[in-house]
């Protein structure tokens, strides 16, 4: 199994401009999390899904977009990049309240 | 709603020297706590957890932790520390319904030779 991937490890984008980050599990997990690290504010849930077709928000949503058409894959949209959003990007999955599985990260700079 | 206190953002202990790191909690239900360690430049990695079973819960690496109800607490503990144990480590907790997780803001260990 390969756990939990993302992609890209590493981007740099101007302000203004959109991109995906993406991830995928192959442990058919139904619920799946993004975050964001910044130093000395541990990790910050931006959006999660419980299954399916099913998103919500989570306490830092702002300028971010999911969907989930798919068990195994919760890409993550910033719309339009702001310099507030360089951060290091995690997703996690997990199966109940269970434990959570991490991808290795993005690290995003917003120039 | 729910919350997650750490005490010390960086805790530093000779190697061989008892590690302490502190949590505490807040949570309007029964709690799933968990601790997880991070290592430069990795993901998130399970330590242990506490799901309701016993109060005293044993984790990967020689480290334990013991759930206080009356004190709301989840503290961190190995009797001996190493080298490696040098990292950053998060409490977490976990009410029940959803499954949305609520972190601490970290830990930084350092272990000094």
């Known amino acids: 199994n390969a756990g939990v991937t993302q992609t890209p490890k590493f981007q740099v984008l101007k302000t203004g401009q959109s991109m995906t980050l993406q991830c995928a599990q192959d442990?058919?997990?139904?619920?799946m999390s993004w975050y964001r690290q910044d130093p000395g504010m541990g990790l910050r849930l931006i959006h999660y899904?419980?299954?399916?077709?099913?998103?919500d928000q989570g306490e830092v949503p702002n300028g971010y977009n999911v969907s989930r058409s798919t068990t195994e894959d919760f890409p993550l949209r910033l719309l339009s990049a702001a310099p507030s959003q360089t951060s290091v990007y995690f997703c996690?999955?997990?199966?109940?309240?269970?434990?959570?599985?991490f991808g290795p990260g993005t690290r995003l700079t917003v120039l | 709603a729910q919350s997650v206190t750490q005490l010390g953002s960086h805790v530093s202990v000779s190697e061989g020297a008892l590690v302490l790191l502190r949590c505490n909690y807040s949570?309007?239900?029964?709690?799933?706590l968990f601790w997880y360690v991070q290592y430069p430049n990795q993901g998130l990695q399970l330590l242990l957890k506490?799901?309701?079973?016993?109060?005293l819960v044993k984790g990967i690496n020689g480290f334990e932790a013991e759930f206080k109800k009356s004190e709301t607490s989840f503290h961190l503990t190995k009797p001996s520390a190493h080298m490696s144990d040098a990292a950053e480590y998060f409490c977490?907790?976990?009410?029940?319904?959803?499954?949305?997780?609520?972190f601490g803001t970290g830990t930084k260990l350092q272990v000094i030779p």
């Open positions: 996690a999955s997990s199966s109940g309240v269970d434990t959570q599985y």
């Open positions: 442990m058919n997990h139904e619920y």
């Open positions: 899904s419980v299954g399916a077709g099913i998103t």
């Open positions: 949570s309007s239900v029964p709690p799933y």
């Open positions: 506490y799901t309701s079973a016993a109060t």
């Open positions: 977490a907790v976990r009410g029940g319904g959803y499954q949305k997780v609520t």
